[in-house]
Every structure is written in C-alpha cells, then in structure tokens.
C-alpha cells in the first residue's frame, strides 16, 4: 500500500479507503464477511475507513464499530458523516442544525467505540447548510472529538463554496472516469490545502455490462438500484468497456489507477463485498498508470 497526506490536516491516509456503506452494511450480508473485509484491508495496509451514520438504513457504522473492537486503530482514519439519519422505512431524514451535528458526532463515537473521529464530514449540505454548520465543526475539533472536519457532497457549486472555507479541512466528491468534470474543483481545492477523497472512484460498476456483473444477491441489489437510479451513468459507461478488456489489468484497476493518477487526490474510497474484489483493487497502487490508457480514456470523455 502507499501512503499520501490529507490536504494540510496532519494525517496521512492509504491511496485507496475502504467504504463501510450499502450491501457492506446491510444485516443481510453476513457478519462475518463483512468483519473479515475490514480485517484483511487492515491487515493489507488500508488506514482509512469511510461510513456514514444514514448508510445501510443506519446499520453501517455500528457493524463498523464491531469490525474494529479488539483492533489497533490508533494508525487509521476513521472518518464518518453526519446531517442525515435513517428515519425508517427506507427513508434518509435531515438535520444539519448544531445540536444535532454534534449530537451525532457523539453518537458516532460510541458506535464506533473510538474516542476521537479522524474524519467528521457533513453529509450532502446545502451553501447555507455548510455555512451555518463552521462553527459547529470547529468546536468539535477544539473538543478533540474530531482531527479533521469536511464535507461529502456531489454538487460543485457546494464544493466550490467550500474550497474557499479555511473551516474546512477535506473534502468528498464523485470522481472516476465518468465525471473528469471534477477535475479543475479538485485541483483547486489541494492548491487551498484540502484534503481530496475520491468517492464512487469505480464509477459505481457502470462500465461493465449490467448483465455481467450479476453473480449474488448484492448485485442483484446494485443492478436494481443502477436501473432506478443511474440510467444516465449506465449509457454513459458503455464507452469504457474497454476497461474490461485490457491485457495488463482488470477493468477496476483501471478505473482506481485513473483516480489515483491525479495526484491531487488524497484517496479513492471504495466498497467491496468479495475477498477477492478487495484484493484486486488493494494490488492497484503502484501500478504504472500507460499514457496509451489515459489518452483512450479521455478520448471516451470527449
């Protein structure tokens, strides 16, 4: 594994986060499987975990917490969300009010069974959502319960609200080979110091084949969710299937090792629910990222 500073906070993470969310944190994915991923990325040198308090119907981050209890944690980045909750019924609820952002970040420890976050982010909030929320986080910091404060969000124009924040020290946006748009946001938030994580570096899957991917129940899951939710990406991601065609690599590496040639970004955090999906994408850092495959790649972003 390799190593890269996150932004000016002090901390350093691993080139690519495992994500603690979705099918992961689901009860129907078994336990021990999913205790077992987080075990063997630690053991493979995987020091930043990303979860949310709403993720996996409010399931994630307890089942995180159990994955980490008997574990040295003090060399990892533990970095959680707050803002949303899972209200019940499949429904994700709101509150970015002080009280509650601290709150939760109370809550989070506890579950997490940690005495300070190594990442708070706000989760999705709106120009006046972030803003009102500075002083919040800044107090949470000064209380020790969090190092490092930031946001999660896939709206530049939040992103680029937010880059000009000196309260805010990271931040998350969807970045793979769908969305090169990133790019310029990304490289204006490291030049301000910011931490940078790649989320969704792996596209979400959607340029493999839909029908290809459908080996379990998770995918089941994930392909139902595409078809309801993604079906732009999944036309769009049509472009790269040569990704899955490539003699030197497998179609998930190339996706990663594209994230990671930006040197911008801190990390690429991404889900695996298969030993072996984890290890295919644990062996991309250090791999020679061809001026061949960038160039094709971007000539499919045209």
């Not at 999913?34 to 409010?58: M, N, P, Q």
């Not at 989760?123 to 009102?132: C, K, M, N, R, T």
Request: net charge positive; glycine share 12%.
């Amino acid at each position: 594994m390799r190593y890269r500073p996150l932004g000016r906070t002090g901390l350093t993470v691993s080139e690519l986060g495992f994500g603690c969310a979705s099918w992961w944190g689901k009860p129907r994915f078994e336990e021990v499987m999913a205790v077992g991923l987080v075990h063997e990325a630690i053991d493979c040198g995987v020091t930043l975990f990303d979860t949310g308090a709403s993720y996996s119907a409010g399931e994630a981050e307890a089942r995180l917490g159990r994955a980490l209890k008997g574990r040295d944690t003090s060399g990892l980045v533990i970095a959680t969300k707050a803002g949303t909750y899972h209200a019940g019924g499949g429904r994700i609820a709101r509150d970015m009010s002080p009280v509650a952002i601290a709150a939760s970040a109370e809550r989070s420890l506890k579950v997490l069974g940690l005495e300070t976050l190594g990442l708070l982010q706000l989760h999705g909030p709106s120009i006046p959502e972030l803003d009102a929320a500075l002083e919040t986080l800044a107090a949470l910091k000064a209380r020790g319960l969090a190092r490092a404060v930031g946001l999660n969000s896939f709206d530049p124009a939040v992103i680029a609200h937010a880059i000009g924040l000196p309260g805010v020290d990271v931040i998350m946006v969807d970045y793979n080979v769908l969305r090169p748009e990133r790019e310029p946001l990304i490289a204006r938030a490291a030049a301000a110091g910011k931490g940078v994580l790649a989320g969704m570096p792996l596209a979400m899957g959607h340029t493999k084949p839909l029908l290809a991917r459908l080996r379990g129940p998770q995918d089941l899951w994930y392909a139902a969710r595409a078809l309801v939710k993604h079906r732009g990406e999944l036309k769009r991601g049509a472009r790269y299937r040569f990704l899955h065609r490539l003699a030197d690599r497998t179609g998930s590496q190339a996706a990663l090792g594209y994230v990671l040639a930006n040197t911008h970004v801190s990390a690429a955090v991404f889900g695996a629910t298969r030993p072996e999906h984890l290890r295919e994408n644990l062996a991309t850092p250090g791999q020679p990222f061809p001026e061949d495959l960038m160039a094709r790649i971007r000539a499919a972003q045209m």
